[in-house]
């Protein structure tokens, strides 16, 4: 009988780890190649991963809610006499250029005396960055290996009680911001819009929103685009495809309302609640997130009026919505007291000019102060 540990794979965009959300087999189980085995949640996503041969599960390495890193093992197979013909699953690196990938030492887990502690090069990376010494630290990785998780979790021990390490979608949400941050130049401009006409009890304030943006993309393209800094290009596009921010308990989630100008408000509506509800269910796929043209975040019902946004690359603008409060407007027979709604567009200054920005959203204002 041949048993063979299948590992989880390198799935893509350097992630370097995922959680097990849910098991599809059981021990016992006999199965054939691509069918689904295990559903993960890599970031903000939950993928699912096939089945890499026939074979009978003999047993399920990890359980719903382990944290498992790229290479760990998953679950055993009993093969029969089928030779084992592996998985690429990405490598080990000892941490010396050109090095072969590291096998677990004979009879243990533990390195010999006075070896040099084996650590996947994004653990050796974080240790360095943070002076924090490898030999200090038991790996949970494949034969003892220290992974990036290993370290973090030290790292938070070593700050004292009460420390957490971030984890899932709080851990994709710093990693993504702090790429934003080192390579998008923001600029963010602010203004009003008087919605007296129309924000009553009951109004649809996301779709009024939707519906601007689209307005706003159709009367200056250049907010609704791509930036490649290393090609020196931009792309300008004719879809919305509308990045929506969601507050959830687990994180922050940003699924991508499509082809925005394609739906009326019922539609727009019926959609946003499909999002949102799968975001907070944590069952958003990589697919629900990806290819955003342009970045919306209604934060104002939890507080705020304007705010200094991030753009997420490669979207060149943000546009954030403050909580809608009681404004004094000044007409042809004097004051009147309406309702004003804080607008605040962020966007990339390498992509957009000023005057770009500010006719995006002078557009966005005309929109939501109509009263239809």
Do not use: C
């Amino acid at each position: 009988m041949g048993v063979s540990e299948f590992a989880l794979p390198d799935l893509g965009e350097g992630l370097e780890e995922a959680e097990i959300v849910e098991w599809h087999v059981a021990p016992g189980d006999h199965v054939v190649a691509d069918q689904p085995l295990v559903s993960v949640e890599t970031g903000k996503a939950v993928v699912e991963i096939p089945a890499p041969w026939s074979g009978t599960v003999a047993e399920l390495k990890v359980q719903p809610g382990d944290t498992v890193a790229v290479g760990a093992p998953l679950v055993a197979f009993d093969l029969g006499a089928r030779k084992d013909q592996g998985a690429v699953v990405g490598r080990l690196d000892s941490g010396e250029t050109g090095a072969p990938p590291v096998a677990a030492p004979p009879g243990g887990d533990t390195p010999p005396r006075g070896a040099a502690p084996r650590a996947m090069p994004a653990a050796r990376a974080f240790a360095q960055r943070h002076a924090i010494d490898l030999s200090d630290i038991s790996g949970t990785g494949p034969g003892g290996v220290i992974t990036r998780a290993d370290v973090e979790r030290h790292a938070a021990g070593a700050a004292g009680p009460g420390w957490t390490p971030l984890e899932g979608p709080r851990r994709a949400m710093a990693r993504n911001m702090a790429a934003a941050g080192a390579q998008v130049v923001p600029a963010t401009i602010h203004d009003w819009a008087d919605v007296t006409g129309w924000a009553g009890p009951g109004a649809d304030i996301m779709a009024r929103l939707v519906r601007a943006m689209v307005a706003a993309a159709r009367a200056e393209p250049a907010l609704n685009a791509w930036l490649d800094p290393q090609a020196r290009a931009r792309r300008l596009h004719e879809k919305v495809d509308l990045a929506i921010a969601v507050d959830a308990e687990a994180g922050l989630y940003v699924p991508v309302l499509r082809d925005a100008a394609a739906r009326d408000a019922a539609a727009t509506r019926a959609e946003l609640d499909r999002l949102v509800a799968r975001a907070r269910a944590r069952e958003l796929t990589t697919e629900d997130q990806a290819g955003a043209t342009i970045s919306l975040s209604n934060f104002g019902p939890l507080g705020g009026t304007h705010g200094q946004l991030v753009v997420s690359p490669p979207q060149v603008a943000i546009l954030g919505a403050g909580r809608i409060s009681p404004r004094v407007a000044w007409g042809t027979d004097g004051p009147s007291r309406g309702q004003g709604l804080p607008l605040s567009l962020t966007f990339d200054h390498r992509a957009a000019t000023g005057g770009e920005a500010a006719r995006f959203l002078n557009a966005v204002i005309e929109d939501l102060q109509r009263k239809d």
